[in-house]
């Protein structure tokens, strides 16, 4: 568990490197970006970019952006806080699963 947390640990401080590619990430496109790659934008997109909202857009913090080092503090915190959710997600499914599997011991 030791050799886990400092590989998280290590990939959450190298998430700042993602600043300093050029353009942005592959699969990473805005509506706009996928309608001047390929000329249109997909419904299913269309549809779910009014309904589904980014927690921390762009990976930063809000207001929090004026310069690389800003910009790095919410690359890392996003880190944080995509790493904790899924933490807790697997933290409850693991329980739920466990709690099944003893009822059928």
């Known amino acids: ?6 590989a998280a640990i290590v990939i959450i401080l190298l998430t700042p ?4 590619a050029p353009g942005s990430a ?12 390929v000329g249109y934008v997909p419904n299913g997109m269309k549809h779910f970019s009014d309904t589904v909202k980014a927690l921390f857009p762009d990976y930063g913090i809000p207001g929090f952006d004026k310069n690389f080092f800003q910009q790095s503090i919410g690359y890392i915190f996003s ?20 709690r099944h599997e003893g009822k059928n011991e």
């Open 1 to 6: 568990m030791k050799k886990l947390l400092i």
């Open 79 to 98: 880190a944080i806080v995509g790493i904790a959710v899924i933490a807790i997600v697997f933290f409850i499914l693991s329980k739920m699963i466990g």
């Open 17 to 20: 490197i993602g600043l300093l």
């Open 26 to 37: 592959w699969g990473e496109w805005g509506i706009d970006e996928v309608k001047n790659m």
